[in-house]
């Protein structure tokens, strides 16, 4: 991997972060981002103010998590991030503390068929065990959760969304904040309606096909 292209993932992570703070999605310095390029993986420093971040800010760490450049700490959720890519064939990875998926894990253990979107992310969108945040424990769980979908949310706490990419990884952040917004807006109404399993298969189906190829 050359070191320009490095460094433009390191510049799109950033862009990332700042993103899910203005689309709300995190507070603070809540919420981490990251990018595989080949071996090495470009992730979001600890505790650092996003609006702060420089490309020389993010730092690189192989697969084990070893930094092998940068000066700054990973973010306290890495093992996640190597998790993603490890066992879920991930291109990027997008970590947040979203409102209302965070409300909905306190209420239920998956998101219901409310819409087609959730072909998406490959079905209904499981809510992993809950963990303590940048625990081993925590990878563990959100793993269990996470298979055979692009995304999961952790209970009392927030979202992980994957992708090629990290503008996939985060369009799917957004959609699955805005799919769990839906599903309680529609609760607090009444009964929401769902799809059936053989629609949400049939729109999985047509979601492989989708978009400019």
Request: aromatic share 6%; proline share 3%.
């Amino acid at each position: 991997m050359s070191s320009s292209r490095l460094a433009e993932q390191r510049r799109e992570v950033i862009e990332i972060a700042r993103r899910m703070t203005s689309d709300r999605l995190v507070v603070g310095t809540s919420g981490n981002v990251s990018v595989r390029s080949g071996d090495l993986v470009a992730v979001t420093p600890s505790g650092v103010d996003y609006d702060k971040l420089t490309v020389a800010d993010i730092p690189l760490v192989d697969l084990t998590g070893e930094v092998v450049e940068g000066d700054l700490k990973p973010t306290s959720e890495l093992p996640m991030h190597l998790t993603t890519y490890q066992r879920h064939d991930a291109g990027a990875v997008v970590h947040t503390h979203s409102l209302h998926a965070t409300a909905l894990s306190l209420l239920r253990n998956d998101v219901p068929a409310v819409h087609y979107q959730l072909a998406d992310f490959g079905g209904t969108v499981q809510v992993a065990e809950y963990a303590t945040f940048g625990s081993d424990q925590l990878a563990e769980t959100m793993s269990k959760a996470l298979e055979g979908r692009t995304g999961c949310i952790l209970r009392n706490h927030g979202t992980i969304t994957i992708g090629a990419s990290l503008s996939q990884a985060y369009n799917r952040a957004r959609q699955l904040e805005w799919l769990c917004e839906l599903w309680l807006t529609a609760s607090r109404a009444g009964e929401p309606s769902l799809l059936s399993d053989a629609e949400l298969a049939r729109c999985a189906e047509l979601f492989a096909g989708y978009g400019q190829k």
